[in-house]
C-alpha cells in the first residue's frame, strides 16, 4: 500500500507570520529567506486576506508540459513532482505556466523551486512550523 501525501491550505487561518516561509528555506536551502521558499504568502495587510501558494501537486501539471528540457518529473515512490536541476536550464517557463502560481525563481540559488513536500519523509516543515492551523497534512492510504 502506497501513500499519497499533499498539504491543505487554509487562507482564512493565515495569521501572516511567516513562519513556514522561514522554515522552508532553513530545510530545503540551510539558511532563511523569503526568496528560498517553496512556499509563499500574499500578505494583505489591510483586510487580513492572506493567500498561501504552494505546489498543489497536480495530476497533469501545467508546469510539466510547459518544460523544455523535461526537467520536472514524478518521484514514482513519493508519487510528488520534482526538479532535476542537473538538466533545469532556469528558463523559468514552469513558473509562468504554474495555474496556481506555485513555483517559484529563487535568485539567491539562481534555480527554479517548488515544494517537494521535504521528501515526504514525515511532517513537511512548513505545516509543522504553522501556529495556526493554515498548512494541514493530508495523507491518502493507496
Do not use: H
Not at 514524478?74 to 532535476?84: E, G, K, S, T, Y
Not at 514552469?94 to 514525515?122: H, Q, T, W, Y
Amino acid at each position: 500500500m502506497s501513500k499519497l501525501v499533499r498539504i491543505i491550505t487554509k487562507n482564512a487561518l493565515c495569521s501572516g507570520c511567516l513562519s513556514c516561509i522561514s522554515t522552508c528555506s532553513l530545510r530545503n536551502e540551510g539558511y532563511s529567506s523569503p526568496a528560498s521558499s517553496r512556499i509563499q504568502v500574499d500578505l494583505d495587510i489591510l483586510g487580513g486576506d492572506n493567500r498561501i501558494s504552494i505546489c498543489r501537486q497536480c495530476k497533469e501539471p501545467d508546469c510539466v508540459a510547459a518544460c523544455p528540457t523535461g526537467s520536472i518529473y514524478q518521484d514514482a515512490d513519493l508519487q510528488i513532482w520534482r526538479v532535476n536541476y542537473d538538466t533545469c536550464i532556469g528558463c523559468r517557463e514552469c513558473a509562468n505556466a504554474c495555474r496556481f502560481s506555485a513555483m517559484f525563481f529563487d535568485p539567491n540559488g539562481d534555480k527554479v523551486i517548488k515544494c517537494e513536500l521535504c521528501g515526504a519523509s514525515g511532517e513537511p516543515a512548513c505545516v509543522a512550523a504553522c501556529p495556526t492551523g493554515a498548512l494541514k497534512l493530508r495523507v491518502i492510504e493507496r
